[in-house]
């Protein structure tokens, strides 16, 4: 009932840009963090940022002071992806923490949207 939906992957050139979006919809009553992840072939999911109700950011390593994300209103989150590099090809996945309508709180996923950096 609680979806997320990606936007924004594509293809595009090392050392360009890209903005991913993601929105939440259905019977939820509020949008607690939510954050990106991404997976390569052959290597395990791991954390790109992620962003608390509050405004608190976390990144994972590899993409800091490259990757920004933001959020839009309470059910939106945006990461824009600047001087991107052939490691940054991958599957990347929304995640959010949600209270639904009913009072549960669920951890939901996107179905992915595909960024290839080219060389």
């Known amino acids: 009932q609680v979806q997320l939906v990606e936007s924004g992957g594509g293809l595009v050139q090392a050392g360009g840009s890209l903005r991913l979006s993601c929105v939440a919809s259905g019977t939820l009553s509020s949008v607690f963090v939510m954050g990106w992840y991404r997976q390569a072939p052959g290597n395990q999911r791991e954390l790109v940022a992620r962003?608390?109700?509050?405004?608190?950011t976390t990144y994972g390593d590899s993409v800091k002071g490259r990757f920004t994300i933001s959020r839009d209103n309470a059910k939106n989150t945006d990461l824009q992806m600047n001087s991107l590099k052939p490691e940054d090809t991958a599957v990347y996945y929304c995640k959010a923490n949600v209270i639904s309508d009913a009072g549960r709180f669920l951890e939901v996923w996107g179905q992915g949207t595909l960024v290839t950096v080219s060389s």
């Open positions: 962003i608390s109700s509050g405004g608190i």
